[in-house]
């Protein structure tokens, strides 16, 4: 017993000389290891809108819905809820990029109304230019033809859409005729690329 007091004495006598333990959060700012997970960000230049971080969040914080902006542009809106949110990092691990979503350092996250506590990020979608169904974000095409290098060319859409990128194709309108061979050569849903390639063999089906 007497050491117990002896040691407490110490420890005592020393927070005096030293100052306490304890850092004076919120006076200074405490200081923060590499590895915390502070709220999940969306880097907007690496995301391309695939979703698969929604798809994998254990707990659906994360919504995913295809919306008109204000311009008239079709986007896919990815709003991640981090009032619901439980730091598990799944949508970090499994994001197709590996670096659309990361997580910050900022962790004071508390506030008095939910409906602000979004963290967003949106993506042009390419329509169908027959039906003008979107297919799937801009930049999700783009990172699929990146990443499949010559493979791509096995589908037209997504080898189209890259050529746009680099200046090599316009978007063509097309009038209401029916569908023609010519129009294998354009973005295209699934829905209409069938119609489109089942065209010479069982004569013309409406997408
Ligand atoms: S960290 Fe986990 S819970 Fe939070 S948004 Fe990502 S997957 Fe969902
Ligand atoms: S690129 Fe990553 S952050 Fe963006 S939607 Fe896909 S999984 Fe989510």
Same mark, same amino acid.
């Not at 709220?39 to 969040?57: F, H, M, N, Q, R």
């Not at 619901?84 to 900022?106: L, M, P, Y």
């Not at 097309?174 to 569908?179: E, T, V």
């Not at 209409?192 to 997408?207: A, F, M």
């Given at each position: ?7 407490? #004495? ?20 405490t200081? /923060?290891p590499?590895?915390? +997970?502070? %709220? ?21 914080a994360?919504?995913?819905? *295809?919306?008109?902006?204000?311009? @008239?542009?079709?986007?896919r ?32 996250l508390?506030?008095?109304? +939910? %409906? *602000? ?6 993506? *042009? ?6 039906? %003008?169904?979107?297919?799937?974000? +801009? ?8 990443e /499949? ?14 050529? *746009? ?13 029916? /569908? ?10 699934p829905s209409?690329? +069938?119609?489109?390639? #089942?065209?010479?063999?069982? @004569?013309?089906?409406?997408?």
């Open positions: 017993m007497k050491w117990f007091k002896m040691r407490e #004495l110490v420890e005592a006598v020393t927070s005096v000389i030293k100052g306490p333990y304890t850092h004076p959060f919120p006076a200074e700012p200081p /923060l590499d590895w915390i +997970r502070g %709220k999940p960000t969306y880097y907007a230049d690496d995301c391309i809108g695939c979703g698969a971080c929604a798809t994998v969040c254990p707990v659906r994360i919504d995913v819905r *295809e919306v008109v902006r204000e311009d @008239g542009v079709p986007v809106l990815l709003e991640l809820h981090f009032d619901n949110c439980v730091f598990c990092g799944d949508c970090v691990r499994r994001c197709a990029t590996q670096k659309g979503i990361r997580f910050s350092d900022e962790y004071e508390s506030g008095f109304d +939910r %409906k *602000e506590m979004i963290e967003s990020v949106e993506k *042009e979608l390419v329509p169908c230019e027959i039906c %003008k169904t979107s297919i799937a974000p +801009r930049d999700q095409l783009q990172w699929i033809y990146d /499949l290098g010559s493979m791509a060319y096995a589908n037209v859409s997504v080898y189209l859409t890259a050529q *746009e990128r680099l200046g090599l194709r316009e978007g063509v309108p097309r009038d209401d005729r029916p /569908l023609d061979r010519t129009d294998s050569q354009r973005i295209l849903c209409c690329r +069938r119609s489109v390639t #089942l065209l010479d063999e069982w @004569g013309p089906i409406q997408p």
